[in-house]
């Protein structure tokens, strides 16, 4: 059974109207590190806290939020209720993750400015068996129901991204639109695209797959189940709130907005 948002846990899944498709997925909004995680992290409070603020997609969890609350037909919210210090849920989490490269895997050895966060030779097995691993099986399960009460899933990612670009960024010479729109050629129909680069377009222009690219989809049915759709949303972080890791402003409500309208087009 997936644990619902009055259940305590790593991740919680918020319900939607029952045939609805889509399933807004936050994995990079929140800030809780578990104290036992904390005292394997190198970092002083201070940088640490200053580490949060450039790696957390802040208050993407609240424009989820909003379109869920504002959407003809609710859709479903499954959201990490832990920082991504702790494990970044959409990475691999073996030898096929590119990020591995400036240690920042499934389980973050580097921080944004690549400077140590764990120990040299430090184990990620223990985190992975505690935390990402069950995320994945829960979020695998919570795409299944979308495909059995609905005949189809829609994931829309919601992320954010600095004005600027990190050190640990791989592509970060690319273009920095004010929306970036992650696709997959298998499962990102070309109209599930057209409609998100329209409703999109008020905020000043998006491209594709940059300076992100692609999209998350369980590994159950990555590129094995055209009824899963996938679409990746990074918004540019000075659309809706101070850099970095500061408040937010009516941004957030203008962009849940338009997550709304498409929620509702979708459904």
Do not use: K
């Not at 210090?85 to 993750?97: A, C, K, N, Q, Y």
């Not at 690549?114 to 795409?143: I, K, S």
Request: aromatic share 8%; proline share 9%; charged share 25%.
């Amino acid at each position: 059974m997936i644990p619902h948002a009055s259940q305590p846990g790593a991740f919680a899944v918020h319900p939607g109207a029952t045939d609805s498709p889509v399933l807004l997925h936050v994995p990079h909004g929140a800030w809780e590190i578990p104290e036992a995680v904390r005292r394997e992290i190198l970092l002083d409070d201070e940088a640490l806290a200053a580490e949060a603020g450039h790696i957390t997609d802040a208050h993407t969890g609240e424009i989820a939020a909003h379109a869920a609350r504002t959407a003809e037909a609710t859709p479903w919210r499954f959201v990490n209720r832990l920082s991504r210090l702790v494990i970044d849920p959409e990475r691999f989490p073996d030898e096929r993750e590119e990020m591995r490269a400036v240690g920042m895997g499934a389980v973050y050895t580097r921080t944004t400015h690549r400077e140590a966060l764990r120990p040299e030779g430090f184990d990620p097995e223990p985190l992975l068996e505690r935390y990402f691993h069950p995320y994945a099986a829960a979020m695998t399960e919570a795409v299944e129901q979308r495909l059995e009460a609905a005949g189809r899933a829609v994931v829309i990612d919601v992320h954010s991204y600095p004005t600027r670009a990190l050190p640990y960024e791989l592509h970060g010479e690319g273009l920095r639109p004010p929306v970036c729109l992650g696709v997959d050629p298998f499962h990102t129909p070309p109209e599930l695209l057209a409609r998100a680069e329209e409703i999109f377009a008020r905020f000043g222009g998006t491209a594709v797959n940059t300076p992100f690219a692609g999209t998350y989809v369980p590994l159950r049915f990555y590129g094995r189940e055209e009824r899963v759709q996938a679409l990746m949303i990074e918004i540019r972080r000075d659309l809706y709130m101070s850099e970095p890791g500061g408040p937010a402003h009516e941004g957030v409500r203008e962009l849940g907005a338009a997550l709304a309208e498409l929620v509702a087009q979708l459904s």
